[in-house]
């Protein structure tokens, strides 16, 4: 009986969290639309700091800091969406607008095509859908183990020779799909420069610059020093940036 209460106590705590996380949004929402966007933010950020998070609260994030300016905590936003749905169609379309803004003479370098094709495919299709089509692959060859060994002397269904290479090239695919996804989502160590800043020959100030870095700029993290980062840049290059001036995506 104690248990019992206890797991009704928990479950009423958690809807009622639930019910004033969507009481937030809505509030930020209703901010947001009545142009008045540092509140917008105020709500949208104390959401967040709760552990809750969504696409769409990160969209409407980044449009709040958009129109305050603040480019870079927008790009930020706009990122740590697309981390979650990379093909959000709204996120990818507030990225361009949000790039045009940003003035910088860092041009992408893209990677070699095949490496871009099947980035393109694995992230065509979200990670349950790959999974279902694992499970599917393995359903046929499971079907043509049956036919074979459990009922040997039946004829085989018209199917079958059809399906044993169907399904084992979806469950080669949607294998490696996943491992491909699991392998960006967890070596993709970015950030996002949150102040104009210069990119550094080393981890000190004295050691030089070479190249500007604009509020919004996307950088790749290879290395932690103490108080600095070493980073890639879109167009390759490599240097030294100041924690103080990004932020992780």
Known sequence: MRHTIMIC????????????EQSQFTQGTDLLKSE???GAIAQYESILENGQYSTELYQNLAQAYFQ??????SMLAIERGLAIEPNNTALLHDKEILKNEIESDIFEVPPFAPIRIWRALTLSLSPNTW????????VMIIAILYFRWLRPLQPQPTWAPFAK????????????????????????????????TMLYNGPDERSGSTTTLPEGEKIA?????????????????????????????
């Open 36 to 38: 008045n966007y540092k």
């Open 165 to 196: 290479y169907l399904g084992a090239f979806l469950v080669c695919l949607s294998t490696l799909a996943l491992l491909s996804v699991w392998h960006q989502k967890t070596n993709n160590r970015s950030a996002i420069v949150l102040e104009e």
């Open 131 to 138: 999974v279902l089509l694992q499970l599917l692959g393995l």
């Open 68 to 73: 305050t300016k603040a480019f870079g905590k």
């Open 9 to 20: 106590l928990l479950f009423l705590a958690y809807q009622f969290c639930q019910a004033q």
């Open 221 to 249: 993290i290879l290395e932690d020093f103490d108080g600095w980062w070493k980073v890639k840049l879109l167009n390759l290059e490599e240097g030294y940036v100041p924690l103080s001036k990004a932020e992780k995506i």
